[in-house]
């Protein structure tokens, strides 16, 4: 069903040229000591492998398979009491890892931290919904678009895609524009696979424009009947308007208000 394509460079591939102007890498800054960041490095302890400042926020490197207990820690000895985001990159390509963070907020301090860690792509990760009630939605999420698992969620399902889809669309080697399965989900779903040469495939660029289409635009001037091969060019077609008793709309609107004057 799937059409194959080669995604072994998919990453690596060169995607600006000097017509590009690439944005530089956000510095790195150094804790400084008798910070506020500098007491939270020091209460997370053996759970920190890497820490530094970047645009005001306070980044900390994890090892996955302790999230939840340093997560928890954060929590409970360091004040950040709100989640307010978690997701996923996806470097399989270029390093055969996810990259997953969490975003804390500290409502007493008005300070922010991000947790980062990495898994490989058959890799799960415990779920942090037993701290944070917000976690549901975003780890359903993760798992929908990224493909990763969830281990111990209330209810590990697909939230944006119908349960039944192939694929996970936030991968980097997932079509931009959906691939075979998705051009005849809906066909296949709502009227059956022997619908297909009489509905066709679904078109999955919404921006796409074809001179030719007879079935998708009215080609107003131009009109000719559902679905006919214009390749050749079509007959302009005059357009008439309804009469009413104030304007006859097929004549010049000019002409009639200086008529009616």
């Known amino acids: 069903m799937r059409k194959y394509t080669p995604k ?28 506020h960041f500098a007491k939270v490095v020091a209460k997370m302890g053996e759970f920190v492998k890497e820490a530094y400042v970047e645009r005001g926020q306070l980044v900390i490197h994890i090892d996955a398979k ?19 985001e978690q997701s996923a990159v996806d470097y399989l390509a270029q390093d055969g890892e996810f990259e997953l963070f969490y975003q804390f907020l500290n409502l007493n301090e008005a300070k922010r931290v991000r947790i980062v860690c990495r898994i490989k792509e058959n890799e799960s990760i415990e779920s942090i919904e ?28 697909r939230i944006l895609m119908p349960d039944d889809w192939e694929g996970y669309p936030l991968r980097k ?20 696979k022997e619908y297909r040469e009489v509905i066709g495939p679904e078109n999955r660029d919404p921006a ?8 998708r635009f009215s080609r107003v001037g131009y009109e000719v009947p559902f679905g006919a091969d214009i ?24 002409k009639q208000l200086n008529e009616r004057k």
Not at 66 to 82: D, S, T
Not at 237 to 254: F, M, R, W
């Open 208 to 215: 796409r424009i074809d001179r030719y289409d007879t079935k």
């Open 130 to 157: 037993p701290l944070f009630k917000s976690a549901n939605f975003a780890e359903r999420e993760i798992y929908d678009m990224f493909g990763i698992k969830i281990n111990n969620h209330s209810y590990m399902k």
């Open 173 to 192: 080697t997932y079509p931009l524009q959906g691939d075979e399965f998705a051009q005849w989900y809906e066909v296949d779903k709502i009227f059956g």
């Open 8 to 35: 072994d460079n998919v990453q690596k591939k060169s995607y600006y040229t000097d017509r590009f102007w690439v944005a530089p890498r956000i510095p790195r800054e150094a804790v400084e000591e008798g910070t």
């Open 231 to 254: 390749s050749e060019g079509e007959t302009p077609t005059p357009i008439e308007y309804s009469e009413t008793l104030l304007v006859d709309y097929n004549k010049d609107a000019g």
């Open 66 to 84: 302790e999230n939840f207990n340093a997560i928890k820690r954060l929590k409970e000895e360091c004040g950040y009491a709100q989640c307010s």
